[in-house]
């Protein structure tokens, strides 16, 4: 499988004004083409420091990591990912079709383009006929799918989603984390995923990577043993529990470290 993350003996360690806070320790990760990979644990453990490594916007301390095969750096220059923040982050005085042009604009994409992009995604994402709305006009779950549909409408074949779904009430989560994964069954894109919640980290995973804080570190990388169709209630099935619960195991023994 080509390989599209891949770190080794990575570290970072920021300077603060109350001494070094070691965010990342050692971490070695292999994350293959099409894989959809969860980063789960608790507050602090480097899960978003991660992937502000991966999309160049923090610089590692030790060790390497390539995207792409390539520097961060290098990948960022390349536009290799899309990036999906916690909160939607859509300009409020925009549309939902400007929002999703705007980065478009500044690549210098021809509008032509930009139509046809703006067009697939908001499809993708089945937000067609809301391209006149403003965010405001549109409900908390909406507007997540479409800051989604701007980091699709790179093109990249990389996903970077940082607790995308945190703040939506259940029901809309079971309905995106569904979309999600018939999108990404669709587009073969390679995902890494930031979650709090462990059945979302198994409902969507092929791969789960669980961490721990002080210092932010891996403690286990499950592999997933479900199948990539997954009805809502796989949930309920005792393959899926038991993956549940070896996550739920690697946070407990995470946590008894600091102890
Ligand atoms: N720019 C920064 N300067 C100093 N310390 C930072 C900086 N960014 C993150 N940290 C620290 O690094 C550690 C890891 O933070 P990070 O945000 O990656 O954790 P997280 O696992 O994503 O947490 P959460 O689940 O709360 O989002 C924390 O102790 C945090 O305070």
Known sequence: MQSIISARNLDLVFQTADGPVHALNDVNLEIGKGEFVSFIGPSGCGKTTFLRVIADLEKPTGGTITVNGMTPEKAREARAYGY??????????????KNIAL??????????EQAERIRRTLALVNLTGFEKK?????????????????ALAF????????????????IVRDHL???LLELWARTNKTIC?????????????????????????VTDIIESTLPKERPLDIRETPEFLAIAARVREGL???????D
């Open 177 to 179: 984390n569904e979309q």
């Open 252 to 258: 407990r023994a995470g946590h008894s470290y600091e």
């Open 103 to 112: 980065p478009l604009e500044i690549m210098g994409i021809s509008k032509a």
């Open 84 to 97: 999906v923040f916690q909160a939607a982050a859509l300009y409020p005085w925009r549309t939902i079709e």
């Open 193 to 217: 995923f930031v979650t709090h919640s462990i059945p979302e980290a198994v409902y969507l995973s092929t791969k789960i990577v669980v961490m721990s804080p002080r210092p932010g570190r």
């Open 155 to 170: 093109d990249a074949d990389l996903l970077l989603m940082d607790e995308p779904f945190g703040a939506l009430d259940e």
């Open 134 to 150: 403003f965010p405001w006009q549109l409900s908390g779950g909406m507007q997540q799918r479409a800051s989604i549909a701007r």
